[in-house]
């Protein structure tokens, strides 16, 4: 299941680029004993989610 999703966005999503995420992505805190990023929180996606580029955002903020 794993390689049938990471195959579904692996070359649709680029770094930089915006994206709108629907469907059933769920949001989880980041275990860390099981994680080497520092990301406090990680994105779920299942074979379900559907993701789209917005276009014509030149500028995003993140919450820290």
Do not use: H, M
Not at 28 to 53: D, G, P, Y
Request: aromatic letters at 10%.
């Amino acid at each position: 299941c794993f390689k049938e999703t990471l195959d579904q966005f692996y070359d649709r999503i680029e770094e930089g680029k915006t994206y709108r995420v629907g469907g059933p992505p769920w949001v989880s805190k980041t275990n860390r004993k099981f994680s080497s990023v520092a990301n406090e929180f990680r994105l779920i996606l299942t074979k379900e989610t559907t993701i789209r580029e917005v276009k014509g955002v030149t500028e995003t903020k993140e919450n820290t």
